[in-house]
């Protein structure tokens, strides 16, 4: 991270200094404000953070609880989710506390013996090394914790408004403030009473129950499993051999298991298979009790024994797969006449099962998404229309995760016999790994993501996929950095310029031609919707990289977009200009064209486009569908 740019800081560098909203952040609730976020679940939590880092967009959260939760039931985090955290600071020490998935090992009844189970195969978490971060296990009430974190530290200086509950709402479009909001307080001297707010937008994160979702006529649509599970998490003494690696065991007549170790090296995570539930069941089997699911544990672990010393939470739930028919308040087929005011996110809007580890990890993915696209449109750098892209990309994501989930958990709840070969079940996880491991993810073509016209130029940067890290080398420090890593959760796009095999120094490298364009040219988005008082780095990070090492490259010719100004001291930034490693080039590593190509990525870390250095025309066009001109714009690069 960079800092000191406004001066030095002798503190937590990460405390980024107040502005905006920030600067006189009312305590308590007010009556009006930008933002209203119902929920404070991943989905919630993420948004919030999101936000946060637009100091001129009022963002309140409001959640029922009266304080934090203690214990979450969600604990798996794939490697896009970790990828994420990098994105707002905190990857490195949620890693550092999380138990790390490497391996599952698969276990079925013994062909000699089915009343005992055996080890049939070890299978690598991730066998192509798709990413540099890890799966991790760790309690949702520490993700949440961090993404407090993080929007209290932002320049808005966020923090949840606790001991509130949605009720209902009301839109009248002629107001400054639209939508009316009831909340009823539940906590302190004032609980039961109705409080009524104003706000421009509101979010549903509050859950599958989602009183949002209600309120604007959306509905679940799915189905509900015949297949009941008991989940604990507990502190056991055991004899088997893989109490600490990630299993999914079949017995021959009792049912499966899905263990999954916690983070702490002690606490465990089992999803027992409670069997099938009747139609007319009616509920009865939430109500099975904690022994029965140890006591059908140590029968489908046979000849190994559990005995469970504490339980930290446990619960029984039937497996439901369902999508909201639409994630806005806007019906299909009135887009063109009617913008979104109210969203619904996470598990407000598609639930599953929890043994394939989704549900926070797309719901993280949510709110990124629809976070950064509200404080673009409330900073006034795009039209309101930009909104409709959130239920147009995620609901399909959503669809995708409902699918696969469904077979995953099929697979979970078959007994051995009816398995095509003892193996599928681990042939199947390692062929789908992508999926979990978040990296499926891909947004189809939109005002936000062009086609792929020109995805030759950089083969390893898929349009409407996450942009997957790479090593390079800083000129001017020498340091070899993780590209990727240097993207922050900040609200900019990432305009990254890959030189062709020009020297670096020559004038018509077109990394250099570009350069001089963007810096230079009316045209150029930089110029055009960066306003006159901000730094020009503010709403575009741009960054390049040469084909040739740092040794090659004179940091101080190139071009000064390259080296923006920066800070109330005009200070120029001279850490955005990179060259390759010898022994792993980024270009060979991610299949750039020798030609050069320029890469767009989104602030939620997605490709936008690929497109060749001298398409100024095209590129300065996707940006006109995305942004709204500026009344006041910066004139021009400044250079030295």
Known sequence: MQFHHHGYVSTQP????????????????????????????????????????????????????????????????????????NYFGFSDEITNEAYWLTEMNFWTPDEDNP????????ELDDPTGISEFKHLVVNQAR?????????????????????????????DE?????IEVALKITAGPREGEIRRVRTKYLVGSDGAHSKVRKSIGRVPIGDKSDHAWGVMDVLVESNFPDIRTKCSIHSHDGGSILLIPREGGFLVRFYVDLGAVDPDDGGKVRQTPLEDIIDRANKILHPYTVDVKEVAWWSVYEVGHRVTDKFDDVDTGE????????????DACHTHSAKAGQ?????????????WKIGQVLSGYSDPSLLHTYSGERQEIAQNLIDFDKEWSSLMAAKPEDLPSPDYVAKFYTKTFEFPSGFMTEYK?????????????????????????????????????????????????RIYVFGDEKASTDAT?????????????????????????NDLNSLFDVKVIYQQPKEDIELMETPSIFRPVVGPFQITDLNQVFGTLPDNSIFEAREISQQGAVIVVRPDGYVSTVQPLNATDAFAELFEGIFVPQSEVAAEANSF
Request: no cysteine.
């Open 335 to 346: 887009e063109n006449n009617k913008n979104p005011r109210i969203f619904v996110t996470g």
């Open 445 to 493: 073509p939109s005002p936000l993501t062009t086609d792929n016209a020109h995805q030759d130029l950089a083969k390893g940067y898929t349009i409407g996929k996450r942009f997957k890290s790479a090593k390079v080398s800083r000129v001017s420090d020498t340091n070899p950095v993780e590209l990727g890593h240097l993207h922050e959760a900040d609200g900019r796009w």
């Open 14 to 85: 990460r405390v980024k200094p107040a502005a905006g909203t920030g600067l006189d952040r009312p305590d308590e609730l007010p009556d009006t404000m930008d933002v209203l976020i119902v929920g404070s679940g991943p989905a919630g939590m993420t948004t919030a953070a999101t936000l946060s880092s637009y100091p001129d967009v009022h963002t309140r959260l409001v959640e029922r609880r009266d304080g934090r939760l203690v214990l979450g039931q969600a604990d798996g985090i794939q490697a896009r989710s970790v990828e994420t955290f």
């Open 143 to 171: 993700v949440l914790d961090y993404f407090a974190e993080f929007a209290e530290r932002s320049p808005s200086r966020l923090k949840p408004d606790y001991g509130y509950e949605f009720v209902s709402q009301e839109v």
């Open 115 to 122: 009343e005992n189970i055996v080890r049939t195969s070890r």
């Open 174 to 178: 002629n107001l400054e403030y639209p």
């Open 509 to 533: 490298n077109g990394a250099n031609t570009f350069g001089e364009w963007l810096g230079t040219d009316e045209n150029s988005p930089v110029l055009k919707y960066t306003r006159k008082d």
């Open 359 to 371: 549900g926070m990890n797309v719901s993280i993915q949510d709110g990124f998404n629809l976070g």
